[in-house]
């Protein structure tokens, strides 16, 4: 598990760095009302999305005894749904730009049907080469199809200067990828066939849909009501902090949990096994991504411009608004972990329906006050929900509510010490903006560590760290000396 964490962790470098460095060299090729219909169309997509998989890569992955009939029978299932709804898609469309009063949406979510094939194709190869817990092919097809990505979104950014650019990076993104995971599986799917077992999979798919389907509109109703209310500028201005903060911090989180998931669902039978496993990983994650959203948080007004270019500071207060919800995603992100791979598929989609209404209460309450209204009622929302999350995750199964406060609480009260301390520290910082956030990055991380190893479970964390790292550099050292 340690390994796959590893290879894993190493590939998400590689898609985060794709990630920032898309944002900021497209932020600057591209205008804000670009990325404000592309963030009109997103909703859709994901929506429509949400039907595509039908939790059944998660049912292939956690599944015992799995045979290749049932896969079959689950791959020409994605294959089927895939198309029925990019056929939807294309239907929609008109539809789609005559809501948001823009008709440049109605090609762009026309267009975005392909990729409802493309992924629909791949799903089951993926699903059975993160089975085999094959983290470090996946790792490299995951590199290998975000700088490809990349690389087509900024040269088509160059010769089109459109949105256009955002939608060839990703298909060329998620094209590499499918084709990667063909090339890495040993299965291949024979004529359309239904089995028995089959519908057991289907049911637990249900589950994890159904979830999904509620976890759309906290995702994507805050997008929706500020395109329909304040138009795209507004929208351009939140999707760009979203991306900044959250959507890094989600590519670190889902990456992580497709190492996870498979690793708990061996470690079932082994209740204490298992916790500990959930417990070790957990503060690690926090201990590496809470201080980087302090000192964001902290320096917002230095790194958007910094970042994103002048035309951007007006999204400055937006991304401090979310850096706080960013503060505990890394906290309950991994909740899903546990569901999944304790077969909890159907309390997975009751939390997911909870979270829903309440996320979806908190984006009205604060709509009134524009995008960064929406910003920070979603971060009120975030600290007020996370114990009722934990509760309700530990009501069964090894890992409870009391676990996790005590391997967790230490690193997300220290980042929020480290947003104070970089916040009175930002005067004393160095003049320049680049030296100035590297100094910001430092004390929040020195500042975390310390607050967490004044706790027990603080110090193991750090101690793990210290292991972690003197074997890595041992392995150097026998791969040098090789």
Same mark, same amino acid.
């Given at each position: 598990?340690?390994?796959?964490?590893?290879?894993? /962790?190493?590939?998400?470098?590689?898609?985060?760095?794709?990630?920032?460095? &898309?944002?900021?060299?497209?932020?600057?090729?591209?205008? %804000?009302?670009?990325?404000?219909?592309?963030?009109?169309?997103?909703?859709?997509?994901?929506?429509?999305?949400?039907?595509?998989?039908?939790?059944?890569?998660?049912?292939?992955?956690?599944?015992?005894?799995?045979?290749?009939?049932?896969?079959?029978?689950?791959?020409?299932?994605?294959?089927?749904?895939?198309?029925?709804?990019?056929?939807?898609?294309?239907?929609?469309?008109?539809?789609?730009?005559?809501?948001?009063?823009? %008709?440049?949406?109605?090609?762009?979510?026309?267009?975005?049907?392909?990729?409802?094939?493309?992924?629909?194709?791949?799903?089951?190869?993926?699903?059975?080469?993160?089975?085999?817990?094959?983290?470090?092919?996946?790792?490299?097809?995951?590199?290998?199809?975000?700088?490809?990505?990349?690389?087509?979104?900024?040269?088509?950014?160059?010769?089109?200067?459109?949105?256009?650019?955002?939608?060839?990076?990703?298909?060329?993104?998620?094209?590499?990828?499918?084709?990667?995971?063909?090339?890495?599986?040993?299965?291949?799917?024979?004529? %359309?066939?239904?089995?028995?077992?089959?519908?057991?999979?289907? &049911?637990?798919?249900?589950?994890?849909?159904?979830?999904?389907?509620?976890?759309?509109?906290?995702?994507?109703?805050?997008?929706?009501?500020?395109?329909?209310?304040?138009?795209?500028?507004?929208?351009?201005?939140?999707?760009?902090?979203?991306?900044?903060?959250?959507?890094?911090?989600?590519?670190?989180?889902?990456?992580?949990?497709?190492?996870?998931?498979?690793?708990?669902?061996?470690?079932?039978?082994? %209740?204490?096994?298992?916790?500990?496993?959930?417990?070790?990983?957990?503060?690690?994650?926090?201990? =590496?991504?809470?201080?980087?959203?302090?000192?964001?948080?902290?320096?917002?007004?230095?790194?958007?411009?910094?970042?994103?270019?002048?035309?951007?500071?007006?999204?400055?207060?937006?991304?401090?608004?979310?850096?706080?919800?960013?503060?505990?995603?890394?906290?309950?992100?991994?909740?899903?972990?546990?569901?999944?791979?304790?077969?909890?598929?159907?309390?997975?989609?009751?939390?997911?329906?909870?979270?829903?209404?309440?996320?979806?209460?908190?984006?009205?309450?604060?709509?009134?006050?524009?995008?960064?209204?929406?910003?920070?009622?979603?971060?009120?929302?975030?600290?007020?929900?996370?114990?009722?999350?934990?509760?309700?995750?530990?009501?069964?199964?090894?890992?409870?509510?009391?676990? =996790?406060?005590?391997?967790?609480?230490?690193?997300?009260?220290?980042?929020?010490?480290?947003?104070?301390?970089?916040?009175?520290?930002?005067?004393?910082?160095?003049?320049?903006?680049?030296?100035?956030?590297?100094?910001?990055?430092?004390?929040?991380?020195?500042?975390?560590?310390?607050? /967490?190893?004044?706790?027990? &479970?603080?110090?193991?964390?750090?101690?793990?760290?210290?292991?972690?790292?003197?074997?890595?550099?041992?392995?150097?050292?026998?791969?040098?000396?090789?």
């Amino acid at each position: 598990m340690s390994r796959g964490a590893a290879v894993t /962790g190493g590939a998400q470098i590689v898609k985060l760095g794709c990630q920032i460095t &898309s944002v900021i060299v497209l932020s600057r090729l591209l205008q %804000p009302e670009d990325f404000g219909i592309v963030a009109m169309a997103a909703p859709v997509v994901a929506f429509v999305g949400l039907f595509q998989d039908m939790g059944l890569t998660q049912a292939t992955v956690q599944k015992k005894g799995l045979t290749h009939a049932e896969v079959n029978s689950l791959f020409w299932i994605n294959m089927a749904v895939s198309a029925m709804l990019g056929a939807v898609m294309i239907l929609i469309s008109p539809l789609v730009a005559r809501f948001y009063e823009e %008709p440049q949406v109605a090609p762009l979510v026309a267009a975005m049907s392909l990729q409802l094939l493309i992924l629909g194709a791949g799903a089951q190869h993926a699903a059975l080469v993160t089975r085999r817990m094959d983290f470090g092919r996946l790792a490299i097809i995951d590199s290998i199809a975000a700088l490809l990505g990349l690389g087509a979104a900024i040269v088509f950014a160059f010769v089109t200067r459109s949105f256009w650019a955002l939608f060839v990076g990703g298909l060329t993104t998620m094209t590499v990828g499918t084709l990667g995971v063909w090339a890495s599986s040993r299965w291949r799917p024979g004529m %359309p066939r239904w089995v028995t077992g089959a519908g057991g999979m289907v &049911s637990f798919g249900a589950g994890i849909t159904g979830f999904n389907f509620a976890n759309y509109f906290a995702r994507n109703l805050d997008h929706i009501l500020i395109g329909r209310r304040w138009g795209n500028i507004e929208l351009g201005l939140y999707d760009r902090a979203n991306r900044l903060l959250l959507f890094p911090l989600q590519q670190v989180t889902y990456p992580l949990g497709k190492v996870m998931v498979p690793a708990l669902s061996r470690m079932g039978s082994d %209740p204490d096994r298992y916790r500990r496993a959930y417990l070790r990983v957990a503060p690690l994650l926090l201990l =590496v991504a809470l201080p980087g959203v302090a000192v964001a948080i902290a320096m917002a007004d230095l790194l958007i411009p910094l970042a994103l270019g002048q035309q951007w500071q007006e999204s400055a207060m937006i991304f401090q608004a979310l850096g706080f919800a960013g503060l505990l995603q890394p906290l309950n992100s991994p909740a899903g972990w546990l569901f999944i791979s304790q077969g909890r598929s159907m309390d997975f989609m009751r939390w997911g329906i909870f979270g829903a209404v309440t996320t979806a209460i908190a984006f009205v309450i604060g709509l009134p006050f524009g995008a960064f209204g929406v910003a920070l009622a979603y971060a009120i929302h975030e600290y007020l929900r996370t114990p009722l999350l934990w509760l309700y995750v530990g009501k069964t199964g090894p890992v409870q509510a009391r676990h =996790v406060l005590r391997a967790t609480l230490p690193f997300v009260l220290g980042a929020h010490i480290a947003v104070a301390a970089v916040m009175l520290l930002a005067p004393h910082l160095p003049a320049h903006p680049v030296a100035a956030l590297l100094a910001a990055t430092l004390a929040s991380y020195a500042i975390v560590a310390a607050f /967490g190893a004044l706790f027990a &479970s603080g110090r193991d964390t750090l101690a793990e760290i210290r292991t972690l790292a003197s074997k890595a550099l041992s392995s150097r050292t026998r791969n040098r000396m090789a």
